[in-house]
């Protein structure tokens, strides 16, 4: 910044919360914020298995009032969200990682257009 260099920064960032009983982790655009959880309890020695628990538009939905995670027309941006929160993982050493995918139900008119996607 100093010597007027183009720096390009990330697009998203990582995030972890463990309160001791579950462990959160979410990945973050400009745009959306996904989500993933998993109990501590249920946790093995083997490979970390998260579900998918919270997906918000927060353009459109800046409180994250209206979790989207189980809308059918949202399903591209949380495959998106989930591949980039895959590769976040990994840059941390978690390589073996799975996230199972939340149940789809329809949304009805809550459909996200190509053109909105940023």
Not at 94 to 113: C, F, N
Request: net charge positive; with cysteine.
């Amino acid at each position: 910044m100093v010597n007027k260099t183009k720096t390009r920064w990330q697009e998203d960032i990582h995030a972890e919360v463990s309160d001791g009983k579950e462990r959160l982790r979410c990945v973050r655009t400009k745009r959306w914020k996904c989500a993933v959880r998993t109990f501590v309890e249920n946790r093995s020695d083997g490979p970390s298995e998260y579900t998918e628990w919270e997906l918000y538009d927060l353009k459109a939905d800046p409180w994250e009032l209206n979790n989207l995670m189980d809308y059918k027309s949202q399903k591209k941006a949380c495959v998106v969200m989930r591949d980039g929160l895959y590769k976040r993982l990994k840059q941390v050493g978690e390589d073996l990682v799975t996230i199972r995918t939340a149940t789809e139900v329809p949304s009805g008119q809550k459909i996200l257009k190509e053109h909105e996607w940023y």
